[in-house]
């Protein structure tokens, strides 16, 4: 199978907002007041629980139907602890990201145990986001 491209553009709206163009759809990102921003959209990190989530909805209705599971949806809790030390430039005591992240996955199924456990672990390796957070993925970031 060939590889795919996905590709978005971005421009700051102002030092806390930034618009993002990915296809057709543009996405406000934002800080909630209290982090300085006017709370318009999700916040960076925000994004990165919702692309996980979302990820893993495709991944897992994909494996279902792979093996023969009826699934009817899937609901989903994520979070995760951050120190925003790092990113302030107030400490280099912690990474600037996530320390964890914890999900839940609740498939509205009837399949039995084995299945359920088969199913999550197919989900779990072939969700290609989850790869990207649980993995070290070269990022080169550069003047342009």
Known sequence: MPKLTFSAKAHSENPIK???QARNFKMIVDEPANLGGTDDGANPVEYLLAAL??????????????????????????????????FMGQSD?????????????KP??????????KWLTAV??????????GNATPVKIELG
Request: contains cysteine; aromatic residues 2%.
């Open 18 to 20: 930034t618009i993002v």
């Open 53 to 86: 989530a979302g990820c893993l909805n495709v991944v897992g209705h994909v494996v279902a139907k792979e093996l023969g599971m009826e699934l009817k949806g899937i609901e989903i809790s994520l979070e995760g602890d951050l120190n925003p030390a790092k």
């Open 93 to 105: 005591a912690e990474r600037a990201g996530y320390q964890e992240l914890r999900v839940a996955i």
């Open 108 to 117: 509205d199924t009837n399949a039995d145990q084995a299945t359920l456990e």
């Open 124 to 133: 779990e390796t072939r969700c290609p986001v989850s790869d990207n957070i």
